[in-house]
């Protein structure tokens, strides 16, 4: 359950969409059960009430923090995740890995689905698996591990996480993951959408924006 006196921070807000910054352990939309309907989208429809029924052009996992886009009217929506599915959109993510994965940078290129028998866990299936597709670059240190950069090429569930600990890809897990590293349920990820561009939905503009983690000074 997310933590009540956290909130998203609204990075940008315009009649058309809502940028927003999603703190770690929160939901991206709402879940199966009463117990999971407190989420991102849930805390800034109090303040937007005229939001569309489902506003979140994409998502970001649980304990992913960062950068998340709002659509604040259905065109809007149309538009964004229309550009999500034809991969005019860039993003990019900030990690701290629990080692050093050896090289400087490369592109990681692994298939995966999930794994019926231990939800939400995604297993790599060269045959069965969606192909995933990463680009990364290592950053240096970080006083918990390896800071490197992921620039996502597409958008498969837990993707960087698996790409970054399965041994095919960097074999190196994300400090505090839970399901793929040696973190611990509750504790942060040091995961965070750090960087999104894409074309506003009215005018057609490119919009960059930017959004530090909270692991960095």
């Known amino acids: 359950m997310a933590d009540e006196t956290v909130e998203p921070t609204i990075i940008f807000a315009d009649p058309h969409l809502i940028l927003i910054d999603k703190p770690g352990g929160m939901l991206s939309v709402p879940g199966r059960g009463p117990d999971k309907q407190d989420c991102a989208v849930a805390r800034i429809r109090q303040r937007y009430p005229d939001l569309p029924a489902q506003p979140a052009v994409h998502r970001l ?3 992913t923090s960062g950068l998340l886009l709002l659509a604040r009217t259905a065109a809007a929506h149309r538009n ?4 999500f599915a034809h991969r005019r959109v860039s993003k990019r993510y900030l990690a701290v890995l629990e080692r050093r994965p050896d090289g400087l ?6 298939s995966f689905r999930l794994d ?3 939800r939400p866990y995604q297993i790599y299936d060269p045959v069965h698996g969606k192909p995933g597709i990463t680009q990364w670059r290592l950053l240096g240190d970080h006083p918990l591990g390896t800071l490197v950069e992921f620039e996502p090429l597409t958008g498969r569930t837990h ?3 698996v790409h970054a600990a399965h041994p095919r890809g960097l074999g190196a897990p994300i400090v ?5 590293g040696n973190g611990r349920f509750g504790e942060p990820m040091l995961l965070h959408a750090c960087s999104l561009t894409f074309y506003h939905p009215a005018s057609g503009a490119p919009l960059t924006f930017f959004c530090k983690p909270p692991f960095l000074p």
């Open 159 to 161: 993707q960087l996480r």
């Open 80 to 83: 964004l995740a229309g550009q």
């Open 105 to 110: 940078s490369g592109t990681i290129a692994l």
């Open 116 to 118: 019926p028998d231990n």
């Open 176 to 180: 505090g993951d839970s399901l793929y």
């Open 61 to 63: 996992d649980m304990q």
